[in-house]
């Protein structure tokens, strides 16, 4: 069974950083784009950045871009995402769905086949 679980999420002061982990088992990691999203509630689930089978990343977020940063490790199975000085509007449930190869251009989720259940980010104001 594919299965993505989500973690290193927290509370965190604004200028802070987080490390989520994305770790994946149950279907050929490898071939797979991994993306990281976000929602909060009453809106919808927004593409924030993604890495592809091949290592090509992509940020789709304008305020993430300069601050975010996704990398994958193909031996453990696990996709980061290293989010560096946070800011209030950060605060989400950030989830990452799994789509075959190539992420997509413009963040759409509608295309990931896999979803994680996500973790919480908190940036208090």
């Known amino acids: 069974e594919a299965q993505l679980v989500e973690s290193g999420g927290g509370s965190v002061q604004a200028g802070g950083s987080l490390r989520l982990s994305c770790a994946a088992s149950g279907f050929a990691f490898d071939g797979y784009a991994i993306g990281w999203f976000r929602q909060t509630p009453g809106k919808k689930r927004e593409g924030v950045s993604c890495i592809s089978s091949s290592g090509d990343t992509i940020t789709w977020r304008d305020s993430a871009k300069g601050r975010f940063t996704i990398s994958r490790d193909n031996v453990q199975k696990i996709v980061y995402l290293y989010m560096n000085n946070l800011k209030p509007e950060d605060t989400a449930t950030y989830y990452c769905?799994?789509?075959?190869?190539?992420?997509?251009?413009?963040?759409?989720?509608?295309?990931?086949?896999?979803w994680g259940q996500g973790t919480q980010v908190t940036v208090p104001s």
């Open positions: 769905g799994a789509e075959w190869k190539y992420c997509s251009d413009n963040g759409s989720p509608g295309e990931y086949e896999f």
